[in-house]
């Protein structure tokens, strides 16, 4: 009896959470011959069709907007593990004169809000000739705040024994980094890439601010464009949607333990 | 046989915080010591502007669009908030498991979490859409005789915005309490048991207090994302903030003020500064809160 009323509670919790993806897919699927509105609704399309996908591509250029949200996520992505790393090696394991200082201005970097900033942000990509640019898109988030002290965390938890033991056969501070203390850090980077990864490729705010061109347009503006150009037909929205969540479903689905790992590691991100 | 030992050059150290120090202090520290010295100008996009002192802190406090938007983000918060912690943690409870099914549910439930803002109001514009499934749903079973205005009445479209929030949010936080609850000891749940303490009795004595400080740690972290709520709200509402804008949120009014052409970017800095101190003001009170409960 409890297991029932426990598996119920957990059916109902994912009717809720997967229910509006089945029908958003169920609508992109309807063609002219299915009533939209018929009650009660319909959810196995009357009439089939592959056609609303072909509708919204013809229209929208989602490929553009999947290239350009690419472009954008391959370059954060590419900064923060290099630069988080880098930066996460001296703050846990060199010494260095202010390094207390430095490691407060990142975390102090983490506590302000990004929306708070933003009108700065802009500005100052603009007089740097950056506006309306994927560069510019992507140059403010390339090494977080966040990633580097996650990075430093990671670095700090390898014993000591293992790099003496290198410097002592002469390995210099490089060396180091690159054969000894990186490939320990392995799963954090991964976690850093991910994370990275989707939170360029679903920015919304940022590039509404600083991209103008269509042709610039990543995937969540150009998305976003779709429901002033489609808005009586739900069908063409549904269609753009699915495309568009296909890339990242994608990633998850490969990634899904890290994304796990990368929570319970306590990378929170707001 | 000598040792070699090497010694690091004095800016080793240097060279490889450069990129991330670089790129920290340029897009984050330095905006926002800007941020505060914009806030005491009458800047905008296209002139400089000049001291102005705190004339543009007693215009928001005047303004009447200013006003509404903080009441939506505090609002928001109020309300999603109190779901964010405890919803979660139920859903974790009952999900928390080894058998095939509940992992996959785990999958399942997590998915939204990694859907952008503008993919996830786009499919609920589509549910609650006035010709949307729900009202169809609801005139269908007879609930309701005309359309319910989920998208433009004043209080139901921040309702909805909220729906789609905790939508996406329920099982980013679920997975969280799921690493807490790997956490307590599991003498704990059989200690209760043989106590005669049913599931009920074991999740409100056991599984609640064993991942209080996560509780803690959520509701901090929520707090802050939901007062800075706008993919959600920008998206249900078209871009406008709903009809004459009833349903701005802040950080809508500062991308508002603060970009275009007309963009008044010393005002929007005021009402950046302001959001700054809600925040700081947003997590003091809730560690004031939390160390107070935990002293007693």
């Not at chain 1, 630069?83 to 010494?95: D, E, I, N, V």
């Not at chain 1, 899904?256 to 990378?267: D, E, H, S």
């Not at chain 2, 209080?155 to 997975?175: D, E, H, P």
């Amino acid at each position: 009896m409890r297991r029932v009323v426990r598996y119920l509670i957990l059916l109902a919790f994912f009717v809720l959470l997967a229910g509006p993806l089945v029908w958003q897919l169920s609508l992109s699927l309807k063609g002219a011959g299915d009533d939209l509105y018929a009650q009660p609704p319909q959810l196995v399309p009357a009439d089939p069709t592959l056609g609303n996908y072909g509708g919204v591509l013809d229209r929208v250029p989602i490929p553009r907007y999947v290239l350009n949200s690419g472009i954008v996520a391959l370059l954060v992505v590419a900064g923060n593990v290099v630069g988080a790393s880098l930066a996460g090696y001296a703050l846990a394991r060199l010494r260095f004169r202010f390094r207390r200082l430095v490691t407060g201005l990142f975390v102090v970097a983490l506590l302000v809000p990004i929306e708070s900033i933003i009108i700065a942000q802009f500005l100052l990509v603009r007089s740097s000739g950056l506006a309306d640019t994927l560069l510019g898109v992507a140059l403010p988030t390339a090494i977080g705040a966040l990633n580097v002290l996650l990075m430093r965390n990671g670095f700090q938890s390898i014993p000591d024994e293992l790099e003496e033991a290198a410097r002592i056969d002469g390995a210099g501070v490089w060396q180091r980094f690159w054969h000894i203390c990186a490939p320990q850090v392995r799963g954090v980077m991964t976690v850093v890439a991910i994370f990275s990864f989707v939170g360029a490729w679903n920015d919304f705010l940022w590039p509404l601010i600083v991209l103008s061109g269509e042709e610039n347009y990543t995937l969540t503006l150009g998305l976003n464009r779709l429901r002033g150009t489609f808005y009586s037909d739900p069908r063409l929205i549904a269609a753009g949607t699915i495309i568009a969540l296909i890339p990242i479903l994608v990633v998850f689905g490969f990634l899904q333990r890290y994304f796990f790992r990368g929570l319970q590691a306590g990378g929170i991100k707001g | 046989m000598t040792v070699r030992q090497t010694h690091d050059r004095w800016w080793a150290p240097w060279l490889f915080l450069a990129p991330a120090l670089a790129v920290v202090v340029t897009f984050i520290l330095f905006p926002f010591a800007n941020t505060l010295a914009l806030s005491a100008t009458d800047a905008t996009l296209l002139k400089p502007g000049r001291f102005i002192g705190a004339d543009n802190f007693v215009r928001l406090w005047q303004d009447d669009r200013f006003r509404v938007a903080m009441t939506n983000s505090l609002l928001y918060v109020v309300c999603v908030v109190p779901i964010m912690v405890a919803a979660p943690l139920v859903l974790a409870a009952l999900v928390n498991g080894t058998t095939r099914i509940l992992s996959f549910l785990r999958t399942a439930y997590y998915l939204p979490v990694v859907m952008s803002s503008v993919i996830v109001g786009l499919i609920w514009t589509n549910l609650l859409d006035s010709r949307g499934l729900v009202n169809n749903v609801l005139q269908w079973a007879g609930a309701v005789d005309s359309p319910v205005l989920f998208l433009s009445d004043r209080w139901l479209t921040l309702f909805s915005a909220m729906l789609v929030t905790v939508w996406t949010g329920l099982g980013y936080y679920m997975v969280i309490y799921l690493a807490a609850m790997a956490g307590i000891d599991p003498a704990l749940y059989d200690a209760a048991a043989v106590d005669g303490a049913g599931p009920i009795r074991q999740f409100l004595h056991v599984t609640a207090p064993g991942v209080r400080a996560t509780s803690a740690l959520i509701g901090l972290f929520s707090s802050v994302s939901a007062f800075r709520v706008f993919g959600e709200v920008y998206v249900l509402t078209g871009g406008t903030g709903g009809t004459g804008g009833q349903d701005i949120t802040v950080t809508m009014l500062i991308q508002q003020e603060g970009t275009g052409l007309q963009a008044e970017t010393g005002y929007a800095g005021a009402i950046s500064v302001v959001m700054f101190v809600v925040l700081g003001l947003l997590l003091a009170g809730q560690l004031w809160f939390q160390n107070r409960r935990a002293s007693r």
